[in-house]
């Protein structure tokens, strides 16, 4: 279709713009603010809300601008008496049954709902709430709380779990005053196909959708004189939690996370940039050993585990292609809790393990029964009781959560110095920064299986072609003559293309990196709202400069690993790897 | 249960009516409502929503939306026959709410207070009847209306009302 053009009037001014473009899109064009609530550019038009129209001449009605496409000669006025009272009043009638308890909700200052009453100039409340039914709160998942009753069904989170992660966990039930945001059955997103990524949760414009909140438990544990609290950041963390803190997104606010998660009381700051450098020497290896010996090809990452969980349950026949290795955050958990507790004498049992994730699945996969290799581990060397079962991984924060903690405890975060992570475990390379973005872990994998493969030293160490916010992006790579295809998805919806290729046993492909959130977990579900793509962007350039900044950027090189295999591990892929570092998975049903 | 387990739709059934609805807009609904009609119980279990979801790859979450979206699909097991009050204006100003109350009496059932807002849905003890309502069937100039086994009655009375039921319970014709 050629882009035809059409003479459009708004607010009586000409302009000229695409034929088929929304009324929305062309007031955007036009430098004029339409408030949206149930609109997501790309994934969400439902024309649910009624907070967007516009008056259009000689139109009988207004008209909702999200879905309106303009046509030749169309007037449109969006600041009439009309359209403000007619968006005043639909607003009003959507606050009518939410809740106003606002000083308590975890989205206070990030709500959207509250924003647009306050810029609409809602000043007080004229109708009482209308469905006196209260609903149940699911708490059903480890990663995410669903409280209904807060919930508009502006339908932005059904639309992301179907469009861009193609789970469908959650869809409206019932009808009238009875309609809400459920699974099947009612079952509760801790019983159903929902794989925890928390897209639902940055799209959702109010605090129906939140993280399970493991706060208090924290607290807790850094008041303990007995327990040895140590913290490990995810890599994106760090190129995130500026913004809670008013900064700009893209802030690479490294120096300032460790200084005050420091004064927060952990006794020691780790890094799980550690950890991923370990995660590398670990599937690097696998591939290798899977190349070199004819193994079940492609190979893919399992650092995401909303994608384990989604291969559990659509995917089962793919799960030996899904490396073994544990995540970076559990693997964290698990040598904290034997190598480092055994090298500075701590009794396991009082070691406590926080991680700060951009992830709300890190949440269900600390949870996972089988994470509890540190209890295995020392077992019969102390002859624990079940009673004093331990998981690898205590407490999971998001990156809000962390924020909010340092809020709490009165940190100036925006004005501390600079401080470095604690060694050992805070030592890492510019390849396991880079685990925080998309095609992160293919281009560090492949620094290192490059130079372990050949022996030589890889001159051009920056794989751009797997960089970007791109759905999904192939490579081939030259390892000393021979060729080595490669893939890397983000976000489920495109992790499928690949996944039916593998199912069907025509993947072209050696080693596939598939990561669960759009961008990577920059654009996780833990991160600060607003997480959109300019954010994702944003961030994602942050993540690249600190590799670049990195004296050391493959992981192999990481002193503090070496030193742990040298000590302890033996050699990558070894039996303590076998049993500390490695995992298994499980087919789980369709409901 | 043992009676209601055998005589469920069996697999063979419900592949034959996916099938016949393949590809064609609107599948779901045809599916759902074909295999609702092949159950003499007139309801649709949990086991067949999980058969037609993983024959059809739609999405569980989504089945149950159109399930309780629509009063035509039932998820409990319905009586043996089934009545449904009008409980729409016209039907509301000829005293429907009389004629419903009346019948809840005359049939002993009780309402679940824990359901409510939701449609109502009321079962006999035996089996036999299912007393439900409906926001209007669109026969107001002859209300109030109430629907027996599928048939609408119009100017209904008390009287006439139990005249038919007893009637019905005795399996004589209408």
Same mark, same amino acid.
């Given at each position: 279709m050629a882009d035809k053009k059409v003479n459009i009037k708004i607010d009586g001014k000409d302009y000229q713009v695409e034929q088929g473009l929304s009324i929305l899109k062309a007031c955007q064009a036009a430098g004029i603010i339409i408030p949206t609530i149930c609109y997501l550019e790309g994934i969400s038009e439902e024309a649910a809300c009624s907070i967007c129209v516009v008056e259009v001449k000689n139109a009988k009605t207004l008209m909702r601008s999200c879905v309106t496409k303009v046509t030749e000669g169309m007037e449109i006025m969006t600041n009439t008496e009309r359209v403000r009272k007619a968006r005043k009043m639909n607003l009003e009638l959507l606050l009518a049954g939410h809740p106003k308890d606002c000083f308590v909700c975890d989205r206070n200052q990030t709500c959207e709902l509250r924003r647009i009453a306050y810029e609409m100039g809602i000043?007080?409340?004229?109708f009482p709430k209308t469905v006196k039914l209260e609903m149940e709160i699911d708490s059903s998942s480890p990663s995410i709380l669903r409280d209904p009753n807060k919930c508009i069904l502006c339908r932005r989170c059904i639309s992301v779990c179907e469009k861009v992660q193609s789970v469908s966990a959650i869809d409206t039930a019932k009808r009238?005053?009875?309609?809400k945001v459920t699974t099947f059955m009612d079952r509760g997103l801790g019983n159903v196909v929902c794989v925890n990524c928390g897209q639902c949760l940055l799209v959702c414009p109010t605090g129906a959708l939140v993280e399970n909140n493991e706060i208090a438990g924290v607290w807790k544990a850094l008041a303990d004189p007995k327990k040895f609290v140590v913290v490990e950041t995810a890599p994106a963390v760090r190129a995130s939690i500026g913004e809670e803190f008013g900064m700009a997104p893209g802030n690479l606010v490294t120096g300032k996370m460790a200084a005050s998660l420091r004064r927060l009381g952990f006794d020691r700051v780790f890094d799980t940039q550690f950890s991923a450098d370990l995660t590398i020497m670990e599937e690097g290896h696998e591939l290798i050993d899977r190349i070199k010996n004819k193994g079940v090809l492609p190979l893919i990452t399992s650092c995401s585990p909303g994608w384990i969980k989604f291969a559990e349950h659509f995917y089962p026949k793919a799960l030996a292609h899904v490396s073994s290795c544990k995540s970076p955050q559990q693997m964290f958990g698990a040598v904290a809790k034997t190598y480092y507790a055994q090298k500075f004498n701590l009794d396991p049992r009082n070691v406590t393990v926080v991680s700060i994730m951009p992830c709300v699945a890190k949440k269900f996969e600390a949870k996972r029964p089988e994470m509890d290799s540190a209890f295995e581990f020392w077992k019969d060397k102390m002859s624990l009781k079940e009673s004093e079962h331990f998981p690898d991984v205590d407490f999971v924060l998001t990156t809000r959560e962390a924020a909010r903690m340092i809020k709490e405890a009165g940190i100036d975060f925006v004005n501390l110095s600079d401080e470095n992570f604690d060694e050992p475990l805070g030592i890492s390379t510019g390849a396991a920064v880079i685990?925080? %973005?998309?095609g992160g872990v293919m281009e560090a994998a492949l620094r290192t299986a490059y130079e372990v493969l050949t022996g030589k030293t890889l001159e051009k160490i920056d794989f751009e072609a797997v960089r970007g916010l791109q759905g999904i992006k192939t490579a081939e790579v030259d390892i000393d003559g021979m060729k080595v295809k490669v893939a890397v998805a983000n976000s489920l919806s495109n992790a499928r293309v690949l996944l039916e290729e593998v199912q069907a046993g025509?993947?072209?492909? %050696?080693f596939i990196e598939i990561m669960t959130c759009p961008g990577g977990c920059i654009g996780g579900g833990g991160q600060p709202i607003p997480t959109d793509t300019a954010v994702r962007q944003k961030r994602m350039e942050a993540i690249y400069r600190e590799d670049k900044n990195k004296p050391l950027r493959k992981s192999h090189q990481n002193p503090a690993v070496a030193e742990l295999y040298k000590e302890f591990l033996g050699s990558p892929l070894g039996e303590k790897s076998h049993h500390l570092l490695h995992t298994h998975y499980h087919e789980r049903a369709m409901v | 249960m043992s009676v209601a387990q055998s005589q469920l739709p069996r697999e063979k059934e419900l592949d034959k009516v996916i099938l016949k609805f393949q590809d064609k807009p609107g599948l779901l609904l045809g599916i759902l409502e074909e295999i609702q009609n092949l159950n003499p119980q007139k309801y649709l279990p949990i086991e067949v929503l999980e058969y037609v979801s993983q024959k059809t790859d739609i999405p569980l979450s989504r089945i149950y939306s159109v399930v309780t979206f629509y009063a035509f699909f039932n998820l409990k097991p319905q009586g043996k026959h089934s009545i449904i009050i009008c409980r729409g204006t016209a039907c509301h100003t000829r005293r429907s709410k009389n004629l419903l109350e009346y019948l809840k009496t005359m049939l002993n059932l009780q309402e679940d207070e824990s359901q409510e807002g939701e449609k109502l849905f009321l079962t006999t003890a035996d089996n036999k009847f299912t007393l439900r309502t409906v926001a209007c069937f669109g026969q107001c100039a002859l209300a109030p209306v109430v629907e027996i086994d599928g048939k609408i009655y119009s100017h209904m009375t008390e009287n006439k009302l139990k005249e038919i039921v007893k009637r019905v319970a005795a399996g004589r014709k209408l």
């Open positions: 000043r007080e409340v004229r009238g005053k009875l309609s685990f925080g %973005a998309t025509k993947s072209p492909y %050696a | -």
